[in-house]
């Protein structure tokens, strides 16, 4: 039996790690690391800074390995679903290759691991290939590193708080019935398909992280500035993270 904690290491700052989390770590036998190709080689770096931060001597065994990349060419939720196969597949293999005789092995997930993360469900994945045991340490979330940045509320008094992603933004609209939005995985700026009027955008990029970028004021205004701030960030890193509150004035 392998057990493998799915384990929150909220959006980058290695001050987010719990001590649940840490301590979740320390009893770990070895953590696997997924590289995602030079571009995105922050990410690696920044769970190797936890855990050389974290870590107590003798401490578990540190495994890197590299992730397949998704194949964008068909529609999105096949590609996903065969990408999600694949991933699980090279799990499988790392956990049998580290833990033969079983044993705990973790992952340090972005955020937590019940937020628009799809760990959990490759992770379910699993459970047909060996016989395993998931646990999840929840982590801060992105949605938290956002609102704490600017020191706003989520919420308006007494009002709900859709959801969603960018590629839903643009292609449904604006979710019924909310006037609070949050957007994450927002690959092409969706809150430009938005009609601005009456609209107050809070917008970070690498939430939480020694490079956090923070943008705010009437959507009309400034989302050219996001939108500049968003190419520069990218190119400079090879990548962005980025998450934003949309909020009609009620």
Not at 77 to 106: F, M, S, T
Not at 209 to 229: H, S
Request: proline fraction near 6%; charged fraction near 25%.
């Amino acid at each position: 039996m392998i057990t493998l904690s799915l384990i929150g290491i909220g959006s980058g700052n290695p001050d987010h790690v719990t001590r649940q989390a840490e301590a979740a770590m320390n009893t770990a036998e070895v953590i696997l690391i997924p590289r995602k190709g030079a571009a995105k080689d922050d990410l690696a770096e920044l769970r190797r800074a936890i855990c050389a931060r974290v870590l107590r001597a003798p401490g578990p065994v540190v495994r890197e390995f590299d992730l397949p990349v998704r194949d964008a060419s068909g529609g999105y939720r096949a590609g996903v679903e065969a990408w999600h196969d694949a991933i699980a597949e090279v799990w499988a293999a790392e956990l049998a290759d580290a833990l033969p005789e079983g044993g705990h092995a973790a992952f340090l997930v972005w955020g937590d691991p019940a937020l628009y993360d799809s760990t959990l469900r490759i992770a379910e994945r699993l459970r047909g290939r060996m016989p395993i045991e998931v646990r999840v340490i929840p982590g801060i979330t992105a949605i938290a590193a956002l609102t704490a940045g600017h020191a706003i509320p989520l919420n308006a008094v007494g009002g709900p708080v859709a959801i969603t992603t960018g590629r839903r933004l643009r292609e449904d609209g604006w979710p019924a019935g909310h006037d609070s939005v949050v957007v994450m995985l927002d690959a092409g700026q969706a809150f430009e398909a938005v009609d601005p009027e009456g609209v107050f955008i809070w917008w970070s990029a690498y939430a939480g992280m020694d490079d956090e970028i923070r943008i705010a004021g009437p959507l009309a205004e400034v989302a050219g500035q996001i939108a500049a701030a968003r190419a520069e960030a990218r190119a400079r890193h090879g990548w962005i993270m980025d998450i934003y509150l949309l909020r009609r004035a009620c």
